[in-house]
């Protein structure tokens, strides 16, 4: 397999290997297995992706110049640099990319102080957001003919401003094991930024519920994993500290017939601090915690990896899948967990193809005693 075709490979910031994805796979996949080596010597199982069209949001800049106005991305030499395509963003964010530059540029109220613009995808749509260093209010009109004449949801962000036209909620489809999963989410949450790995990603995961009794899910979003996982699970808590996330987990329950799931908003601290009877909250207060019988704990936190309480706590339980966006703090939490666990299956996951990146996805049992 050739190397990427891009005239922006390794100067816009994004993409840096510049070498074929069979070399990119195995390097990254010998730099993971390196560096878990003192916890892991089984197999290491990796899960590739498409090598363009894979990534379901990107974010551009927009510059201003004499010729008018161009994406552009933080450069790697220089601060920025122009750019009209991007070959890794989904199919439909690359169709319209020209096709709002154009219509953008003619009009000079849409131009004038335009910053930004971000695009989310799901299977079937896309959403289009505007960032503007002036209130979007005084430019109402002719962002919402920009969205009827080019068919968008649309929203419009300046500070402290939110103009939507159409919807702002996406709406996915993903295919785990041949079932479908339906998820509605919005513009401010988190998603998985590769749609396709995502679904390898739950797929994998659900592997890792075998036997389950009650599972508790820690940093859950939307219930990404949370739903497909719930089928596998007598009862399910799951907890997340974006209040927009929660209600759209909610949602995401009646879509696909699901009532053996508990989503709370609360970070992992405050639940760690309720389950230690340090604090009680007033969200918790229909649910009983001793009622749960966790067999599995599964994380998925953000970069800065989990809490020492966090930790802590799962040393009691039985099995912990630990999905992970940063190896090193991965490691740093294994350095803990390991105490009580054996790592016994490990997987790489490449949602960020043509990037040192990689996701990792670890099921750990625990040690007998
Ligand atoms: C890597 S994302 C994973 C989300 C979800 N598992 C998914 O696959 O879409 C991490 C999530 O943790 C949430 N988060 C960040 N800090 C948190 C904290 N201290 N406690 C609980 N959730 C947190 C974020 O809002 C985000 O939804």
Not at 218 to 242: M, Q, R, W
Not at 341 to 365: P, R, S, W, Y
Request: charged share 25%; aromatic share 12%.
């Amino acid at each position: 397999m050739k190397n990427l075709d891009c005239k922006y490979l390794g100067s816009c910031g994004s993409c840096v290997l510049n070498t074929s994805y069979e070399e990119q796979m195995e390097f990254k996949f010998n730099s993971i297995k390196e560096l878990f080596s003192e916890f892991y010597d089984g197999e290491f199982e990796f899960f590739d992706s498409g090598i363009t069209g894979f990534r379901s949001r990107a974010e551009f800049g927009i510059y201003h110049d004499e010729q008018g106005i161009s994406y552009s991305m933080r450069g790697s030499k220089v601060k920025f640099i122009k750019i009209d395509e991007c070959k890794i963003v989904d199919p439909k964010i690359a169709a319209l990319m020209p096709k709002l530059l154009e219509y953008v540029s003619q009009k000079d109220e849409l131009k004038t102080k335009l910053f930004g613009v971000e695009f989310i995808t799901t299977k079937d749509e896309i959403l289009v957001i505007l960032l503007y260093h002036k209130n979007v209010e005084l430019i109402k009109s002719e962002l919402e003919n920009l969205s009827l004449n080019l068919g968008l949801n649309l929203i419009a962000r300046s500070f402290k401003k939110k103009l939507v036209f159409g919807s702002s909620n996406l709406n996915e489809e993903l295919i785990i094991y041949d079932k479908s999963y339906f998820y509605t989410f919005g513009d401010g949450a988190f998603i998985q930024p590769n749609r396709s790995v995502n679904q390898k990603m739950i797929s994998w995961a659900l592997g890792c519920a075998n036997d389950g009794a009650d599972l508790l899910e820690l940093y859950c979003g939307h219930g990404n994993f949370t739903i497909p996982l719930s089928f596998k699970f007598s009862k399910v808590l799951a907890t997340e500290v974006s209040k927009a996330s929660i209600a759209n987990a909610m949602k995401n329950c009646e879509l696909n017939g699901v009532n053996n799931i508990k989503f709370t908003r609360l970070s992992a601290e405050e639940l760690m601090q309720a389950f230690n009877g340090v604090r009680e909250f007033n969200r918790l207060k229909d649910t009983c915690l001793k009622d749960y019988n966790f067999s599995h704990i599964l994380v998925d936190p953000p970069r800065a990896g989990c809490d020492d309480s966090v930790l802590e706590f799962m040393k009691d339980y039985e099995n912990i899948i630990y999905i992970s966006c940063n190896p090193l703090t991965l490691k740093e939490n294994l350095k803990t967990i390991c105490k009580t666990h054996k790592v016994i299956k490990f997987a790489m996951f490449d949602q960020f193809v043509h990037t040192n990146h990689i996701e990792c996805g670890v099921l750990l049992k625990k040690l007998a005693k």
